[in-house]
Nanobody, 124 residues
């Protein structure tokens, strides 16, 4: 069992930055691949970024590449998403997810555990 809790969301002006955190409980965090997804009002949930269990591999959606950075600290059981140069289209609820087999994925069904989400709102 992995319990995930996101934090760090909020309201920011376009061009600003936010850092999201995902704190995980349990001893299996370091063996999990992790991902960030987001869901804007009226839209399906979409992939944002993913990181392998050892941080060796990271993946990004084209829409955030060059602006967002995913990272993790296995000693702290925490994953991060640094978001820079935010634009109104980034407004969404952001979810972190854990995949037990340790291999990164961009596909939502392949993740085993999900957090409750944190709201990010970017004003123009």
């Amino acid at each position: 069992q992995v319990l995930l809790v996101e934090s760090g969301g909020g309201l920011v002006q376009a061009g600003g930055s936010l850092r999201l955190s995902c704190a995980a409980s349990g001893r299996t965090f370091s063996s999990c691949a992790m991902g960030w997804f987001r869901q804007a009002p009226g839209n399906d949930r979409e992939f944002v970024a993913a990181i392998s269990r050892s941080e060796s591999y990271t993946y990004y959606a084209d829409s955030v590449k060059g602006r967002f950075t995913i990272s993790r600290d296995n000693a702290k059981n925490t994953m991060y998403l640094q978001m820079n140069s935010l634009i109104p289209e980034d407004t969404a609820v952001y979810y972190c997810a854990a995949r037990l087999n340790g291999y990164s994925s961009t596909r939502e069904p392949e993740y085993d555990y999900w957090g409750q989400g944190t709201q990010v709102t970017v004003s123009s």
